[in-house]
Each structure stands twice: as C-alpha cells, then as structure tokens.
C-alpha cells in the first residue's frame, strides 16, 4: 500500500476495480479525464496513492496512441481509461491502430449509470450507449461490461490476459459509473486476478509441418526471408540472425518491427532479391504482397516479382485473430508449407532442425549456399554504397534533402545508445542508420495521426534509461495532434523530436500529381488541399510554448547536424524534451 493512501481496505467499487488492477502490475494509465471514471479516477488517486501513475493527455486517441507506443518498445500492456461513449468515440483511431499492429492495451472505459434512475438528465444519457463496447467491437480482441462489482475482478483479468495472448491486441472493458460509486458491503475477492490473468504458453508449431518448412527451406538454393512481426519478441532477434548466417538466407524486413540488423551483410531490404529466390519463407507477415509485387499505384495492379518455380513457405499466427471487419489481413498468396504457430517458440526449433539437416551437406550444397551468400553480400553492399552516395549528392540541397536530414541526424545519434520511435524520414533512416539492436527501433507507424502519440509512449518506456529517444516527426502528423506535446513537458520524457517538414500532406499530394499526370490536368495546382503553408507552421515556437527546449526552422542543411546535436544535449543533460524544425525537401 502506498504511503499516499488514506484507507487500506475497500469503501467504494472503484476501489475493488483498483485492487484488481493492481494485480496485473499495470505501470501507467493513460487518460484523458471524464466524470463519467470520476470514482476510479478517485481511488487511482487516493486509495492507490497514484501507484499506477496517470499519465494525462489531451485526447483520448493520444493517450491509447501513448499505451500502443509503450507496449511495442516493451512488450507490456498498459492501462487507457476513456470517457463513456464520447471518449470511446474519439479514442476510436488509437485502439484500431493498437489493433493492426498487434499491441497489446488495456482499454477501460466509465459508462452509464446503467440504473436510469441515478442518471443525471441529457448528459448522461447522451453520453451512454446500450452496448458501449459495440463502438470497438470489430477491432479489439474483446469486450465487456461487468453488471455486478463481484464480476470486476474476473472480467478485469479475462481482459487482461486475451490482450497480452498472442497475437496481442487491445481489449476494452467499461466499468459502470454506479458500480464504481456504490459503496461495498462485503468483501470482493481479488487474489485470484494474478492467476486469472496469465498468459497461456505460446502456441507451438506442428513438428512433422515444421520439419517439412525446414528441408524445403535447407534445400532451396537461393533462399529468401521475409520478415513481419517476429521483432515484437527480442530474442528472434539473433535467432534469425544465427538462421540466416547458418543456412545462407537473405533477410528482407518489412520494418512493421525491427527484426534484423540493417548493416548485416544478409540484409538485402529495399532491393529486389526475391526476384531471384527459389524460396522464401514468410515469418510472421500479414501482407504477402506488398514485399513480393511490384505496384502500379496509379493503376491499382500489382504483379508478382516470385519466379514461376519459386516455393514459398510462412510460419507465424496466419489467420488466427483474424477479423471478419477490418481487412489488415491483406491478400494471400497460394503456400507451399504453412506453420501456424507463435514465432517465439516456432523460430528457436526451426533452427534446431536446419542446424540438423545441414550437418548432412556435401560439398556441393556446401559451395551453393557460399555463393549465394557471396551474392547476397555483395548486393548489400552495393546497396548501401548506392545509399551513401545519394546522400552525399544531394547534402547541400535547400530545402534539405531527406536523405541529408538522415544522415545529419546519424552524425549525432550514433554517439549514443539510440531509440528510433515511429517515422523513418521516407525509409532514409532504415537506408543510413546501424539498426544493431534490438531495442533501436519498436516498428515503423502506421500512417498520419499516429506517430506523435506512438512517440511518446516509447519515450515513456525508456524514460530513466539514459537513451536517446528520436523521433523523425512528420509536419502532417504532427498537425492532427499538437497537444501531444504537451505530455512530453508534463512527464519529462528523453524525446528529441526532429521535424522532417515538407510543409505538405505529401503522400496525398503525390497522389495528385500522379493523376493530374494520367488526366492531363495541371500538375501545378496539385498542391491545393495539400500544402501546409501560407501560414507555415512555426513548429519550434509551439515546442516552445509547451516548455520544449526548440531550435527551428532550419532551412541551410550545414547547420542541421549542429542544432540537433545541442538538442540532443539537452534532452540527455535534463531528460525533457527537445524539438529542432528542419524544413525538407517534399519527397
């Protein structure tokens, strides 16, 4: 019990909540305030004495976009509360994003009075729904509405558990306002919450299934993989590093979660390797398509890069959690060997059985996978030679060069033992960056409105580090949610963010331009509805205005890496934040 508490046993609901909360070892709850928690919000104050520390935020998607950052830098689920149904309704985007990208949160919500009799007149009934947890019932895991505070307990844990079961993702629970306010008259067991909450073993693959992946895989002459979520657990880390190296594979990473080292002489991401793959193997990956297809963006047609002959193998959750609303499970391409099962536990004796079919080598195999090895590093370092090259070209560009703003920030980052948050400057940092370690980088975002949010949350999990935590912010995103600074000055956290500003939605605006291209319609005016100016934004000024040390705008590329790096001393010299303005090339 905290010193802070008044009262060491239950007087309310919202303390029974409380005490089962504190049971699954949640270290933050995220909230933005509403009346309808005001009884949790009370005993998470006072009868827990602030030990699952608040974290306030301006909006309801921040703080579920906050948790969603935490869970992918750490692997824990955290705590949201939302305000009944309108809270629910804003937070709405953060908890589909959570969801998508297989994060585990803990979702919690206040809502009614269910008893119409205790509800205040309009505003509560306005704000209530007959089944609130409809609102996110197609992109959470799970849903509920305890009707008696002797349910709060199991529910809480029930919730709990299917979040953190893999694959992960949020959950949502509303805790009625009633509930939380009645007054309890007997005592609610809370001890089985611990058990109740456990996460079953992870699902193992089928040993003859994995057997048969793993001498397809051993037999392949030009073997590929291509790589989605495995990241989420550090320690594939080095098993597909030991994987690749020991069966001579190329390693294509998605970046959905940083699963290989970028600098490996078998990484080949960003080229077009699988053209010449006689197999590949998928590793915990959603979206086929996107890494084997070339896209015709204007067209909308994609085909295939795979040779006609080639195998193609998948290990990894495949359809489980799969919904029947949201089609993130993208399209499917026809499998040679499919292994469901959770990479944790699949990739250590996936290894085990190629470690056993290669001692049977002959020479022959031996010098294949030699030369393809040879051809693999070869093509990595050609690539990044390229890379560094364009770099180079384009460094005294005004505005600055993407690549040039990569790379200044480098300069300074690699001095350091470095967090890479959400954004990747337009996959220039993934190009010039050394990803060595697993804890670099949590995944790359999901698109606009969801970085800054995401950002905080990862700074939040290496808050007390000592790390450099980077965010690479996109002016776009950082439009929808400016208020999220705000939480970085609250809780002082290690965030250096710099701004890669294009003044421009220009995704979008290269969209236009495709199309106006295809039309024949003016390409000049494609900046309409897409340009963010007239006025610019002065991004450091707000920093500023929310007690951020800023710099900014810089617009002469030499003076980049200097001002970054006296932001990224004052992030590391007083662990708040800092924000350095960089006006960019729209590309």
């Not at 209530?128 to 947890?133: H, P």
């Not at 606009?448 to 450099?468: D, N, P, W, Y």
């Amino acid at each position: 019990m905290s010193n802070h508490a008044p009262y060491d046993k239950p007087v309310w609901g919202s303390d029974v909540m409380v005490d089962a909360l504190r049971r699954l070892d949640l270290p933050y709850i995220a909230l933005n305030p509403g009346s309808s928690f005001r009884g949790l919000h009370d005993s998470l104050v006072n009868y827990a004495g602030d030990e699952m520390q608040i974290i306030e935020c301006p909006h309801e998607k921040i703080a579920v976009a906050l948790a969603h950052g935490y869970a992918k830098a750490t692997g824990r689920a955290m705590g949201v509360i939302l305000h009944d149904l309108v809270g629910l309704l804003q937070g709405t985007m953060g908890v589909y994003y959570a969801y998508i990208d297989r994060a585990p949160v803990l979702v919690l919500g206040g809502s009614g009075p269910a008893d119409h009799e205790r509800r205040r007149p309009y505003i509560d009934w306005i704000h209530s729904a007959n089944v609130q947890g409809q609102a996110v019932r197609e992109y959470t895991k799970w849903d509920h509405e305890p009707r008696s505070i002797e349910a709060v307990p199991g529910v809480l844990a029930r919730a709990y558990r299917i979040a953190t079961t893999g694959p992960a993702g949020p959950t949502y629970v509303a805790l009625d306002a009633g509930l939380q306010e009645d007054p309890v008259e007997e005592p609610v067991p809370v001890d089985d919450v611990v058990a109740l909450a456990a996460a079953p073993a992870p699902v193992a693959p089928h040993p003859g299934a994995l057997g048969a992946l793993a001498r397809e895989l051993c037999a392949a002459k030009r073997p590929v993989i291509v790589l989605g979520y495995p990241g989420r657990d550090p320690e594939s880390f080095g098993h597909l590093i030991n994987l690749a190296e020991q069966v001579g594979i190329g390693a294509v990473d998605t970046h959905w979660r940083l699963n290989f080292p970028t600098r490996h002489p078998l990484c080949v991401s960003d080229t077009d390797i699988v053209d010449e793959a006689d197999c590949v193997l998928f590793v915990d990956v959603k979206d086929m398509v996107k890494p084997t297809h070339r896209t015709d963006r204007l067209a909308r047609r994609n085909v295939s890069r795979l040779a006609p002959d080639c195998r193609v193998l998948s290990v990894g959750f495949g359809d489980m959690g799969t919904s029947s609303w949201s089609e993130d499970y993208a399209q499917q391409i026809p499998t040679d060997h499919a292994v469901v099962a959770d990479t944790a536990v699949a990739l250590p004796l996936l290894l085990e059985e190629c470690r056993a079919l290669l001692s049977e080598d002959d020479e022959r195999r031996t010098a294949e996978r030699a030369a393809w090895t040879r051809r693999l590093t070869e093509l990595h370092e050609n690539t990044w030679a390229g890379w560094a090259r364009h770099a180079e070209s384009v460094a005294g560009e005004t505005p600055v060069a993407t690549a040039q703003l990569a790379a200044s920030v480098w300069n300074v980052v690699e001095e350091h033992d470095w967090v890479l948050t959400a954004g990747t400057a337009a996959e220039w940092a993934l190009r010039l960056w050394d990803f060595d370690a697993p804890h670099r980088h949590p995944g790359k975002q999901l698109g606009t409105a969801t970085q800054i949010g995401i950002s905080l949350g990862v700074a939040l999990a290496h808050k007390g580090t000592g790390r450099l935590v980077v965010d690479l912010q996109p002016d776009g995103d950082l439009m929808f949610d400016v208020g999220a600074l705000w939480v970085a000055s609250r809780y002082q956290l290690p965030l250096l963010v710099v701004m890669f500003n294009n003044r421009a939605y220009y995704n979008d605006w290269e969209h236009q331009e495709k199309l106006a291209a295809q039309r024949g319609t003016p390409v000049e005016r494609a900046h309409i509805g897409m340009a963010i100016s007239d006025p610019a934004p002065d991004f450091a000024t707000v920093a500023t205005g929310f007690g951020w040390y800023a710099e900014g705008p810089v617009t002469d590329p030499s003076q980049v890496e200097d001002a970054v790096r006296r932001a990224a001393a004052h992030v590391l010299a007083t662990g708040g934040p800092a924000l350095v303005d960089v006006v960019c090339q729209p590309k």
